[in-house]
């Protein structure tokens, strides 16, 4: 089971970018689904996350700009990001609660990160 996460890039300021997460393998099914940040010299925090009945909940920093969205069918997480500042600059990281199933047949419950992509926003 794993997250793999796209989409980041070089954009200048206020342009967009939409990042994509899907996850792979035995995935029964995903649980709250999250997109993380993280820019350099800082801590990670989250940026904004999804419920399954797609109840959302955003940072300050990201309301009004950034919209997630899912694809329970895919058991993939979007993040669509506008009006992009300097400050957005980070490596982003998806994050989901996922109940995979083993080839004995168990499930199990887990935490799982993506890879981390790069946006830069710069002019």
């Known amino acids: 089971v794993q997250l793999q996460a796209s989409g980041g890039g070089l954009v200048q300021p206020g342009g967009s970018l939409r990042l994509s997460c899907a996850a792979s393998g035995n995935v029964f099914r995903a649980d709250t689904m999250a997109w993380y940040r993280q820019a350099p010299g800082k801590q990670r925090e989250l940026v904004a996350d999804m419920t399954t009945d797609r109840t959302t909940h955003y940072a300050d920093s990201a309301k009004g700009r950034f919209t997630i969205s899912r694809d329970g069918a895919k058991n993939t997480v979007y993040l669509q990001m506008n009006s992009l500042k300097p400050e957005d600059t980070a490596v982003y990281y998806c994050?989901?609660?996922?109940?995979?199933?083993?080839?004995?047949?168990?499930?199990?419950?887990?935490?799982?990160w993506g890879q981390g992509t790069q946006v830069t926003v710069s002019s």
């Open positions: 994050h989901a609660d996922l109940l995979s199933f083993t080839d004995s047949g168990e499930y199990v419950a887990g935490k799982y």
